[in-house]
């Protein structure tokens, strides 16, 4: 009965997708691998199960199906509680500047050699399958394989967090989670629990006025910072210790998309940002970042106007410069999606020695959370024996056994002290982990809040302040387009309230825009201190004028003129950009007869996945596009985003001027090439009003 098919040869393929019976498989044949169950026995046949005549019934001996069918049944672990939704990839660390005045660790004291690493990237609220780009923090969490033991600097791409103490932190993420009656929404904090909770809870402020900026929404996860956020210690071999804050600067510098825009891309590309960083170290373009340091002693500490021991509080960069002591450089990407972005695991109690903890009260809670979260995810203490976390130096200890046990460890002795088995592991007061001497005060044991953490308005304060016009207008819609989701009017006053004291104009913008009086001020634990401002924390202001690691869009149809596309194409190559082709269909012959492969059809293309738009259109193409919406969308979304625009006498002749375009100076024809491409390092943020009601 049974006939062999090749399934290298499409045709045939379509025969065992048919549902007829009788087909069977490829042959392995004598050089190409066999598959096999679990336990190594050849597989006959793939396509069929086992059964009691062509028409079954299924028979239970069929151990191949049983098991295939079993092990597809558990592919599943459960996501993580938080910032289940990620992207990572491998590189390196390398240290450019010794830190070995302030620590033992090798890992910042010798300089010039690569260490590899694996770095997450993560939004908060959202689960695994949901989209790249919520409103929302990112994750940023990097795992050293340092010759001293594995490092996890497990950080935020904001440098302060929500709450102040572990104790809040189960409250925060329900509140911000889909409502456990209706189950949405989904990765958002638009709704009423969140607002609820954080209107309550004052210590959030300075965590949602970062959540309400730019900084919410990527453009690219190349193009975030990253932060440790506590005070972590540094320790030295005299024993002495430095208060140290760790972070990343990208260097594609710090880039946002619009609210809108960010909209429109969860539809158009829920992946946006996986395959941004999956593209771009495939091209070659590796992500790269600058790690630095914030040092200061505990004396210096004690001078500052707030608490650094309160993660809500972030220490300007003028206060405590960020000194560039090395860098990070992502260069390759998983090769199996599940055994290493999803099953690294993640600890900030994962430290090498010379590095230490402070008392930030969160930070203390935190370490005991990732070990205890891991047991859950990934079902074993042994999940340190998954490839993707163990260490790259050499461990060896007296823990065993306990579920999935991967090493089969030798010898009668499995404990210690011992004197039957002088090969095992013993302990070394010289090389080994030890935690800074701290004296410590006798104080009352108690569920106790430092007095010093009470000032939760000045931070936010500074961070409003600190921004360009344009990202306050951002900052205020968003507030409006968040509290207008709340449905509650006493959780949008009380927000409003504690408004007032970041800053007045914000309250009134916010209120406006809702349609709403403004309440009386929030009632204040502690005076509100004027802050410097501080340039660094700008997204816009900062936002490098370049199109290094960006990307145009340059639209074509049959007929487009090449010589024009080259010319495009190669003045953004020259400037670091990548550039993509967009067209009606997949395959497009141009004016001199090349058949070329666009990109993307146009229909699955949104200029909102570009930073810049270009059409090189003939006319009777111009005329077709000019009926179809998504054509229409492209434009007019390019211009309400701000970006440049190049066109040619087509599209000008049939389709801009058909749409609610003014024609300003980042819309160019294609003539002037190089106006185009300087306009294309960065937006035209003067048009928006014109566009958007912004609050
Ligand atoms: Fe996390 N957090 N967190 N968190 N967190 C987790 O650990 C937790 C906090 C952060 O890519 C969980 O492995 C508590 C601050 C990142 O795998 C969990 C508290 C910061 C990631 C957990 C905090 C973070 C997590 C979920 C308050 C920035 C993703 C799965 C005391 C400095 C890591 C997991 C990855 C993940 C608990 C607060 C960042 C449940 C209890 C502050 C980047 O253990």
Redesign the pocket.
């Known amino acids: 009965m049974k006939k062999h098919i090749d399934h290298t040869d499409p045709a045939n393929t379509m025969n065992t997708t048919s549902g007829k019976g009788g087909e069977t498989h490829q042959d392995a044949g004598a050089n190409t691998q066999a598959l096999t169950t679990q336990q190594g026995v050849v597989i006959s046949d793939n396509q069929n199960s086992l059964k009691a005549g062509s028409r079954g019934p299924t028979l239970l001996e069929d151990f191949v199906l049983r098991e295939k069918i079993n092990h597809f049944d558990h592919e599943r672990i459960p996501e993580?509680?938080?910032?289940a939704r990620?992207s990572a990839a491998h590189g390196y660390f390398e240290l450019t500047e010794s830190l070995a005045d302030y620590t033992t660790a090798k890992i910042l004291s010798e300089t010039n050699k690569q260490t590899p690493l694996f770095t997450?990237m993560?939004t908060v609220a959202g689960s695994k399958g949901s989209k790249d780009t919520p409103r929302d923090v990112r994750?940023?969490?990097v795992k050293i394989y340092t010759e001293e033991g594995n490092w996890d600097i497990?950080?935020?791409n904001m440098p302060i967090?929500f709450i102040q103490d572990?104790m809040k932190?189960p409250d925060l993420i329900h509140a911000v989670k889909p409502e456990p009656d209706r189950g949405f929404p989904q990765a958002a904090s638009a709704h009423d629990t969140f607002w609820d909770f954080v209107s309550l809870s004052p210590e959030t402020m300075h965590n949602v006025i970062w959540l309400m900026s730019d900084r919410a929404l990527p453009r690219s996860l190349r193009m975030i910072e990253g932060f440790?956020?506590?005070s972590y210690r540094l320790i030295n071999k005299d024993g002495n210790s430095t208060f140290v804050r760790f972070h990343w600067k990208p260097k594609l510098g710090v880039q946002s998309t619009t609210w809108d825009e960010a909209v429109k891309i969860s539809g158009a590309d829920p992946d946006y940002h996986r395959r941004d960083l999956f593209e771009s170290i495939n091209n070659g373009d590796f992500p790269e970042w600058e790690f630095g340091v914030q040092l200061f002693s505990e004396a210096e500490a004690e001078q500052f106007p707030f608490d650094h021991l309160d993660?809500t509080k972030l220490i300007p960069e003028e206060m405590v410069p960020v000194k560039i002591v090395g860098k990070m450089v992502l260069n390759r990407y998983p090769e199996n999606f599940f055994a290493e972005t999803e099953q690294?695991?993640?600890c900030p109690s994962h430290l090498p020695p010379g590095i230490d903890f402070s008392n930030d009260p969160?930070l203390q809670?935190?370490l005991f959370?990732?070990l205890d979260?891991?047991l859950s995810?990934l079902g074993s203490p042994n999940f340190a024996q998954i490839p993707i976390n163990a260490p790259k130096c050499p461990f060896a200890n007296m823990q065993r056994d306990g579920h999935m046990q991967m090493q089969v460890p030798k010898g009668r002795v499995a404990y210690e002290p011992q004197s039957l088995d002088p090969t095992m592991p013993r302990e070394s007061a010289k090389r080994g982990f030890k935690s800074f001497a701290e004296p410590l005060d006798d104080g009352v044991k108690g569920r106790i809040r430092a007095e010093k953490f009470a000032d939760h308005y000045s931070q936010p304060r500074m961070f409003y302040l600190s921004q360009t016009p344009h990202e306050q207008a951002h900052i205020a819609s968003a507030y409006a387009f968040e509290l207008g989701k709340v449905d509650t009017p006493h959780v949008r006053s009380r927000t409003l309230s504690h408004l007032r004291h970041i800053d007045e104009d914000l309250a009134s913008r916010v209120a406006k825009a809702l349609g709403m009086e403004l309440p009386a001020a929030a009632t204040l634990s502690a005076p509100v201190q004027a802050m410097a401002t501080s340039a660094a924390l700008q997204t816009i202001g900062r936002t490098p004028n370049s199109l290094q690691g960006r990307l145009i869009g340059i639209l074509v149809a049959q007929g487009s003129n090449k010589s024009e596309i080259e010319r495009y194409k190669q003045a953004a190559h020259a400037q670091g950009a990548n550039v993509k082709i967009v067209a009606p269909g997949r395959e497009v012959v141009l004016d001199d007869g090349t058949r070329i492969q666009s990109a993307e059809r146009i229909a699955g293309a949104p200029s909102v996945l570009f930073d810049a738009v270009v059409s090189i259109i003939m006319p009777e193409q111009a005329k077709k596009l000019a009926k179809d919406s998504a054509t229409l969308d492209w434009f007019t979304d390019a211009y309400v985003h701000c970006k440049a625009i190049a066109y040619c006498g087509a599209t000008d002749k049939y389709i801009l001027s058909k749409l609610p375009i003014e024609k300003d100076r980042f819309i160019t024809p294609l003539a002037d090439v190089n106006i185009f491409i300087e306009h294309a390092k960065s937006r035209l943020w003067e048009r928006e009003p014109k566009v958007r009601d912004l609050a």
């Open positions: 993580r509680i938080v910032h990620g997450r993560s994750g940023f969490a497990v950080g935020n967090f572990a932190f440790g956020i506590h993660a690294v695991a993640f969160l809670g935190r959370s990732y979260t891991q995810r």
